[in-house]
């Protein structure tokens, strides 16, 4: 399996706190993506980066911030978590260029109460 | 991003040949296709990519038509560890290199004994 590690892989936060979930990898990839899983939606994106400090907004990344200092971290910031957030969220690599292949973590599961 | 449509759901029995089909009419010359597959509390994992005609590998078959609105993923001689959700997805370019993708809802494949 690829060398990704997301972390926390359970949480339980309350309405309106921060909460920021990580996701690092060890396989030097350039492309690094965020995802939420819900039922009956699939997987949406919601960030994802090309390179340190390059990132850019997916299908639904309002609420959502993201950050990539190193080419190993990529850390997905929710400001102030509502109870819609409540979801599975997922990491995702990909080598580049010209790779649609992308690795997948084994997800965090975020519960806002 | 190009959306895709695929079955809901699909019962099979252990040793048939599964044929899953998918639609993307809005799809752009650039665009590949991939599917993934997923399996309960993991991540996707990648099954086959292709961009048109046919493609295989040791899994999996992949034919797309040379107008590229659909595609089939063909499973040979299923398995009940093939029972599992099986996602289309159009792989959008971005940037220099990388793909960004849109997720659909899935099929959920049931293989029975």
């Known amino acids: 399996d690829a060398g990704i590690t997301q972390s926390p892989r359970h949480k339980v936060t309350e309405t309106g706190t921060p909460v920021t979930l990580r996701c690092h990898q060890t396989e030097n990839h350039r492309y690094m993506y965020w995802y939420r899983q819900d039922p009956g939606h699939g997987l949406r994106l919601i960030h994802y980066?090309?390179?340190?400090?390059?990132?850019d907004k997916g299908e639904v990344s309002d609420g959502y911030s993201v950050s990539r200092s190193k080419t190993e971290d990529f850390l997905l910031t929710l400001e102030s978590a509502t109870s819609s957030q409540t979801s599975v969220y997922f990491c995702?690599?990909?080598?580049?260029?010209?790779?649609?292949?992308?690795?997948f973590g084994q997800g965090t599961r975020l519960t806002v109460v | 991003l190009a959306k895709t449509t695929q079955p809901v759901s699909m019962d099979s029995y252990e040793g048939q040949e599964v044929n899953i089909t998918c639609s993307h009419n809005?799809?752009?010359?650039?665009?590949?296709i991939t599917w993934y597959q997923q399996f309960p509390s993991q991540g996707p994992r990648f099954i086959i990519q292709?961009?048109?005609t046919k493609v295989t590998n040791e899994v999996a078959s992949l034919f797309i038509p040379a107008d590229r609105k659909s595609s089939t993923l063909s499973l040979p001689r299923v398995s009940l560890s093939d029972t599992a959700v099986y996602y289309c997805?159009?792989?959008?370019?971005?940037?220099?290199?990388?793909?960004?993708?849109?997720f659909g809802a899935g099929t959920r494949l049931f293989v029975k004994a």
């Open positions: 292709g961009y048109k």
């Open positions: 980066s090309y390179g340190v400090k390059d990132t």
């Open positions: 809005n799809i752009a010359t650039n665009d590949y």
């Open positions: 995702a690599i990909s080598p580049a260029p010209g790779d649609t292949e992308a690795f």
């Open positions: 997805l159009v792989a959008s370019r971005v940037g220099t290199g990388g793909f960004k993708t849109i």
